[in-house]
T-cell receptor
Framework: KNEVEQSPQNLTAQEGEFITINCSYS?????LHWLQQHPGGGIVSLFM???GKKKHGRLIATINIQEKHSSLHITASHPRDSAVYIC????????FGTGTSLTVIP | SQTIHQWPATLVQPVGSPLSLECTVE??????LYWYRQAAGRGLQLLFY??????ISSEVPQNLSASRPQDRQFILSSKKLLLSDSGFYLC??????????????FGEGSRLTVL
């Protein structure tokens, strides 16, 4: 069993839809990261959070430490949001989920 | 500002040939450096990490090695590539002293195909 589990693995949405990607982890962590991997392969960091909620534009990340669960929400989704979203937990090392492949259809 | 560069972006090599992937970080000093491999449909696998010049820790026994000849340079190498070495390799860095809670910054990645 992986230390970090993401769901769903694949997600297709219509432009404008509200999207939620879930992440559960089983290790003790000091921070939870959400990463975005573009089709070309490059990875950028979207959020690093250890409690509560963070918001950047249309993206919102939440974490529940007690339940060891985090969610990434995208409001008013757009085709340019199409990418792989990776959850990563920082404990004594970085633990990565396998990613959620999101396709937003115009 | 800090930047990370990784090259080459794409590489096609025959089995048994050597490999050298390079990664450099600019705009920071004494970073923690990492090499990850991403296989299709799988999560990122940590291969090597380094907390300083000449200090390399290996996470997975394999056909690869890493070196850190300078503070902001990290090199992934192999003397003889195997088919199973094919994959997408990512270099990353984080700030030293805060690695357990620090943000991770990735290079553009190198796609290696071994034929």
């Amino acid at each position: 069993k992986n230390e970090v589990e993401q769901s769903p693995q694949n997600l297709t949405a219509q432009e404008g839809e509200f999207i939620t990607i879930n992440c559960s982890y089983s290790v003790g962590i000091s921070a939870l990261h959400w990463l975005q991997q573009h089709p070309g392969g490059g990875i950028v960091s979207l959020f690093m959070l250890s409690s509560g909620k963070k918001k950047h534009g249309r993206l919102i990340a939440t974490i529940n430490i007690q339940e060891k669960h985090s969610s990434l929400h995208i409001t008013a989704s757009h085709p340019r949001d199409s990418a792989v979203y990776i959850c990563a937990a920082t404990g004594n090392q970085f633990y990565f989920g396998t990613g959620t492949s999101l396709t937003v259809i115009p | 500002s800090q930047t990370i560069h990784q090259w080459p972006a794409t590489l096609v090599q025959p089995v048994g040939s050597p490999l050298s992937l390079e990664c450099t970080v600019e705009g920071t000093s004494n970073p923690n450096l990492y090499w990850y491999r991403q296989a299709a449909g799988r999560g990122l696998q940590l291969l090597f990490y380094s907390v300083g010049i000449g200090q390399i820790s290996s996470e997975v026994p394999q056909n690869l090695s890493a070196s850190r000849p300078q503070d902001r340079q990290f090199i992934l190498s192999s003397k003889k590539l195997l088919l199973s070495d094919s994959g997408f390799y990512l270099c990353a860095w984080s700030r030293s002293g805060t690695s357990e809670a620090g943000e991770l910054f990735f290079g553009e990645g190198s796609r290696l195909t071994v034929l």
